[in-house]
């Protein structure tokens, strides 16, 4: 009964939690507001360097007082982030709202997806963590889709309508948070903090396998995020504000079917080599679409997104296997950490040199990042085709 209720309420939180009508078009908002891309951006890098400060200790909260009270707390600070980017106005709400995000991020990161494979391990369905981490995550995208059409017709008359409408989803997220059921897991043994992240770093230093997959995943999600959080800059120079609500919904109309059908896909196909695809599918319809810009080009751009949702459950079951049990948030909080602190200096830079040399040319340097994280995955790919050939 906790299983099948757990999952239902995860699923309907990760749902709230995306569906924000100001997604499609925050990079445009932060700009005007600011008065640049550079400093738009910077609220996004913001997020992520709150979310780096906090990361490591609500990881060894998490893992010390409960995955239920974490995400509850994270609730909260995620209703008090969209508020005050709902006040805007001034570059200091902004800011402040950053700040909450950020917080909540860290709560999010290692939290929810040991909440999911804990209650599967309550239920002896462990072996079934990919099948059900995409059709969880995929409500993300659904909710992010319908937001993304709303919103940005909403945005087209009235950026401060679609900030505050964005509220609502916030405040039934927190209620449904607190429909979650703790899972009956073995807690950490030890009340130490310092102890326990020193295990937890151990663990990175003695595993090389988990080393490769947390700097490839560090890499990708700087490069990744900050990309499509500044897509709409690029976008708008092709198509009016209201059509870039268009080209976001078909990305997470292919991001949910990818998440959805991830679990198949990857028990077709395998791990690794679903990764390496996605990855090199997405760069170079990154790069034809930048290049060669015209009314097409953001449609392509989205098209990338029928991998993301088989890559990001991929990535996580790797590492949710290398992960120690009784770490397992905190060893997911060290990566979301290093993401975080990537993700603000790219973001930043992104923006910067936006404003130099112009959108297009800003969004195509970061690939560079993609791919060196392409190079890695592919290195741990023919690792693990090698050590297969051995064993046969």
């Known amino acids: 009964m906790t299983l099948h209720k757990n999952i239902k309420f995860i699923t309907w939180f990760n749902f709230f939690l995306d569906f924000r009508f100001y997604a499609p078009v925050a990079i445009l908002y932060f700009a005007e507001v600011t008065g640049s891309y550079a400093l738009g951006m910077s609220i996004?890098?913001?997020?992520?360097?709150?979310?780096?400060?906090?990361?490591?200790?609500?990881?060894?909260?998490?893992?010390?007082?409960?995955?239920?009270?974490?995400?509850?707390?994270g609730a909260f600070a995620t209703l008090f982030s969209v508020i005050f980017y709902a006040i805007g106005g001034v570059y200091v709400a902004l800011f402040i709202?950053?700040?909450?995000?950020?917080?909540?991020?860290?709560?999010?990161?290692?939290?929810?997806?040991?909440?999911?494979h804990e209650t599967l391990s309550e239920g002896n369905q462990q072996s079934e963590y990919s099948e059900f981490l995409g059709r969880t995550r995929s409500a993300e995208q659904v909710a992010l889709a319908i937001a993304s059409v709303s919103g940005a017709?909403?945005?087209?008359?009235?950026?401060?309508?679609?900030?505050?409408?964005?509220?609502?989803?916030?405040?039934?997220?927190?209620?449904?948070?607190?429909?979650?059921?703790?899972?009956?897991?073995?807690?950490?043994?030890?009340?130490?903090?310092?102890?326990?992240?020193?295990?937890?770093?151990?663990?990175?230093?003695?595993?090389?396998?988990?080393?490769?997959?947390?700097?490839?995943?560090?890499?990708?999600f700087a490069q990744g995020e900050s990309s499509f959080q500044f897509r709409s800059a690029f976008i708008v120079t092709l198509w009016p504000i209201w059509a870039i609500g268009i080209s976001k919904t078909l990305s997470n109309i292919g991001?949910?079917?990818?998440?959805?059908?991830?679990?198949?896909?990857?028990?077709?196909?395998?791990?690794?080599?679903?990764?390496?695809?996605?990855?090199?599918?997405?760069?170079?319809?990154?790069?034809?679409?930048v290049t060669f810009p015209n009314i097409?080009?953001?449609?392509?751009?989205?098209?990338?997104?029928?991998?993301?949702?088989?890559?990001?459950?991929t990535t996580s079951t790797l590492k949710q296997r290398e992960?120690?049990?009784?770490?397992?948030?905190?060893m997911g909080s060290l990566i979301s950490l290093g993401r975080s602190i990537a993700f603000a200096i790219v973001a930043?830079?992104?923006?910067?040199?936006?404003?130099?040399?112009?959108?297009?040319?800003?969004?195509?340097?970061?690939?560079?990042?993609?791919?060196?994280?392409?190079?890695?995955?592919?290195?741990?790919f023919r690792g693990e085709r090698c050590l297969e050939n051995k064993v046969t």
Do not use: C
């Open 97 to 116: 709202g950053a700040i909450f995000e950020g917080f909540a991020r860290s709560l999010y990161s290692g939290n929810n997806e040991a909440l999911l």
């Open 348 to 380: 930043f830079l992104l923006g910067f040199v936006a404003d130099v040399i112009g959108p297009a040319k800003a969004y195509l340097s970061v690939k560079i990042l993609a791919a060196i994280s392409l190079g890695i995955y592919w290195k741990l």
């Open 44 to 73: 996004f890098s913001t997020a992520m360097l709150s979310s780096a400060v906090f990361e490591v200790p609500t990881g060894i909260f998490s893992d010390m007082i409960g995955r239920k009270k974490t995400i509850v707390i």
């Open 153 to 220: 017709i909403i945005a087209y008359w009235s950026f401060s309508l679609v900030m505050w409408l964005s509220v609502i989803p916030a405040v039934l997220g927190l209620l449904v948070s607190f429909k979650i059921v703790e899972p009956k897991i073995l807690k950490s043994k030890t009340t130490n903090i310092y102890f326990h992240l020193k295990i937890a770093i151990k663990e990175f230093r003695r595993n090389k396998k988990l080393r490769m997959l947390s700097i490839a995943s560090i890499l990708g």
């Open 296 to 313: 097409f080009s953001p449609v392509l751009l989205s098209s990338n997104s029928i991998f993301f949702g088989v890559n990001t459950v």
């Open 255 to 289: 991001a949910a079917l990818s998440f959805y059908y991830s679990g198949r896909l990857i028990r077709r196909f395998g791990e690794y080599k679903m990764v390496i695809t996605g990855r090199i599918y997405a760069l170079i319809t990154d790069i034809v679409a």
């Open 323 to 330: 992960f120690t049990k009784e770490q397992r948030s905190t």
